[in-house]
């Protein structure tokens, strides 16, 4: 028969947002106590007593290690860029668009250095390119309806390792740091071993010295 502390260390272990802040001691053992005690009544399938939870907590508590999530691999990545001037269009999805993308795409190819992503979505397509593209972009959706535009627009994208695309949490580091500098972003996208991050440009300047911060 299990016991509750080999229980909440099953759930520890599941959990690493719960060891995080474990960790970091921004909740006590009594507030992550009282948070999973369901989960650990209906893996015992008895009740279980808040004390209790947060005595084996205690106990744990000694032993515990900060988990890494994907910030192992950040000082592996092999370069940041930065991209300004850039112009976002968000659409209904329509069934004319990939055509019209193909026609926009073949002529942006034979320019280095553009910057051209879309995204389609079950209801909506986005579409972000280099300013210079815009009117392009603006003439081809002018028989589309609800389009959207965005200007004043810069990018960070990161080259990430081959082999950390499978690593649970490789972004959270990332978006955490971000977060915790009160910096707000306009989109996320990733192609394989790209990740970008779309910001107001106001806000670009203190991105970039925080994820060079975080990646050196």
Known sequence: MRT???????????????????????????????????????????????????????????????????????????????????????????????????????????RKDTFFNFSRGVHESLIIVSKEFAHDVEKMLKKEKDVKKVEGLSAITLRLPEHSLNVPGLYYPILKALAMEGISFVEVMSVRTEFSIIFEEKDVDRAFSVLKRITS
């Open 4 to 110: 509750v502390s080999q229980v909440v260390e099953e759930i520890l272990q599941r959990s690493p947002f719960l060891t995080e802040a474990m960790y970091e001691g921004v909740a006590n053992n009594a507030q992550i106590a009282r948070r999973i005690k369901p989960d650990v009544e209906k893996r015992l399938m008895e009740e279980v007593s808040e004390g209790s939870i947060a005595m084996a907590l205690h106990r744990l508590s000694k032993d515990i290690k900060r988990p890494l999530f994907g910030e192992r691999f950040l000082k592996n990545m092999s370069d940041i860029t930065v991209r300004s001037n850039l112009v976002e269009f968000a659409c209904p999805a329509s069934t004319e668009l990939p055509h019209l993308l193909d026609v926009l795409s073949t002529s942006m190819h034979a």
